[in-house]
């Protein structure tokens, strides 16, 4: 039976939580082993070095401890080659050192060519050319020896006294490594390794059961995960999930609106154009002559402004829509010449201010700054739309922009001004809002242009400004962006800049 893509993800994430522990925890352990084995073998090293010393102590006292057990009236020199007789009174210093090492310690007194006289046998002959000392290792019944040689007077001549000690760190060392360091600490590395896997799995078991959690959710299901069934650890996680899911739920709700308002103000205008079509096809069926023409003229001027409505509707549906995805996007910005830009917007709409015998105009200064140029294109044409439409025949409508380099920060604007009828300030804020329109209006509109205005320039880290025009009539919307240089950078950079 196969595990499913879940479970095999959920054991993943375990599993590699574990890897990661055991490894954090086992590297720790090996340095500190490896310290240890350091350490160990220093000391034992220190502890050789202070056995030698002993050793080279006791030699001397070892070959005063040789005694001549011939008559006193024996000829002399003794010939040692054909009767040493000779014994041991050890002094008490070496009894206790071959005592304390029964089993680990040996002694030898041997001639000058190299004939053992007292002592073991299983010390190897060593004939030291000088009166210095001389060390050796000697390995017997699976014990290492650490022996020293030398020449010493004693009471029989000059003869080689050697002296062995089994208990030598160095040759101990590996042996106290392995019981007393590698050995617990790979124990306690097994011991961690199990503590560490059980740990894991049921420390995560809450994250697992979150993970699953939301895995079984809906796409539709954007309520908040409750923060305090989850750990400590993770309630940050959760909090950040669920204001991540509101801001999704806020987006989609508003999505929902859009397309429920879209539709509601689509069907008006197309309902319109279907009936005017409708009359217009009985109409020529019924009548004729002079008065059927009059009648088709006056049902294609009314199809034509049905059309224009529904055209204008869709395209700033599109916009809004536009508007929408580029402000949560991350679409890099470019520099945008807001002079220019205000002649373009001005070259438009010189007809339609014309037909309303409108003193459209520019009073343009050299202004920079950083943006997305359609959308604020698309800004601008929204805002002077709304100008031409709402003024009253014969109005003024001026169309500026320019810079401000006093302030902080210096600041690049754009602002429309008009001597029309004007807003209230407590309707300010609601003409902002989609599909809003103010009470009374005559004037045929979706109520979306300065929606998508003010849309636009949020995507642009500002805002819209409604004011009051010249002389206390009409309205002057005014934006406000941030200017830059020519080359696109700030126009006051930072000290570090």
């Not at 698309?378 to 922009?401: F, H, Q, S």
């Not at 401000?404 to 600041?411: G, I």
């Not at 004037?443 to 242009?449: A, K, P, R």
Request: glycine share 8%.
């Amino acid at each position: 039976m196969r595990a499913s893509p879940e479970h095999r993800s959920a054991e993943g994430l375990i599993w590699g939580l574990q890897r990661r522990l055991l490894v954090l925890l086992f590297l720790p352990l090996g340095l500190v082993g490896l310290v240890s084995v350091y350490f160990h073998y220093q000391s034992a090293g220190t502890a050789a070095l202070q056995q030698d010393q002993q050793l080279l102590r006791l030699v001397p006292m070892l070959a005063d401890s040789v005694v001549v057990t011939l008559p006193r009236d024996a000829p002399r020199p003794i010939d040692i080659d054909a009767d040493p007789g000779l014994a041991l009174l050890l002094a008490p210093p070496v009894d206790v050192f071959l005592k304390e090492r029964e089993g680990y310690a040996g002694y030898g007194v041997m001639d000058a060519n190299g004939r053992l006289l007292l002592g073991d046998h299983w010390l190897p002959t060593v004939l030291p050319s000088t009166e210095d000392a001389e060390f050796l290792s000697v390995v017997d019944g699976g014990i290492t020896y650490r022996v020293v040689a030398q020449r010493s007077p004693t009471a029989a001549g000059e003869l080689i006294i050697m002296l062995a000690d089994g208990s030598d760190g160095r040759q101990q060392w590996l042996d106290t490594v392995l019981l007393r360091v590698l050995l617990p600490n790979l124990l306690l590395m097994v011991v961690a390794a199990v503590a560490v896997t059980w740990a894991v799995a049921r420390a995560l078991r809450p994250l697992i059961d979150l993970k699953e959690a939301v895995e079984r959710r809906s796409p539709r299901d954007l309520s908040p995960i409750d923060a305090e069934s989850a750990p400590a650890e993770v309630r940050p996680l959760v909090s950040s999930l669920n204001r991540l899911f509101s801001l999704v739920n806020d987006q989609t709700q508003a999505q929902r609106r859009f397309v429920a308002d879209a539709a509601h103000q689509l069907r008006t205008p197309l309902a319109g154009l279907q009936a005017q079509v409708e009359a217009w096809s009985q109409a020529a069926r019924s009548m004729g002559g002079a008065e059927t023409l009059s009648l088709r003229v006056e049902q294609v001027h009314r199809l034509r402004d049905a059309t224009r409505r529904t055209s204008q509707l869709a395209n700033q549906l599109l916009a809004l829509s536009r508007a929408d995805s580029v402000s949560a996007s991350t679409h890099p910005m470019e520099q945008v010449d807001l002079q220019e830009l205000c002649e373009n917007i001005l070259a438009l709409h010189l007809d339609a201010a014309a037909d309303k015998q409108m003193d459209l105009g520019l009073e343009a200064a050299p202004a920079q700054t950083r943006g997305h140029t359609w959308l604020l294109r698309e800004l601008l044409i929204n805002i002077v739309d709304n100008a031409v439409k709402y003024t009253p025949p014969g109005g003024r409508i001026t169309l500026r922009c320019g810079q401000d380099l006093a302030a902080e920060p210096p600041e690049a604007w754009i602002e429309v001004e008009d001597d029309g009828p004007g807003i209230a300030e407590d309707e300010r804020q609601r003409v902002l809002e989609r599909f809003y329109r103010l009470p009374g209006t005559q004037t045929d509109g979706n109520g979306l242009g300065l929606a998508i205005a003010d849309e636009i320039a949020r995507s642009h880290h500002t805002q819209l400004q409604l004011l009051t025009g010249g002389n206390g009539r009409g309205l002057r919307v005014r934006v406000v962006f941030e200017a830059v240089r020519a080359g696109g950078r700030p126009v006051r950079e930072s000290p570090e800049g």
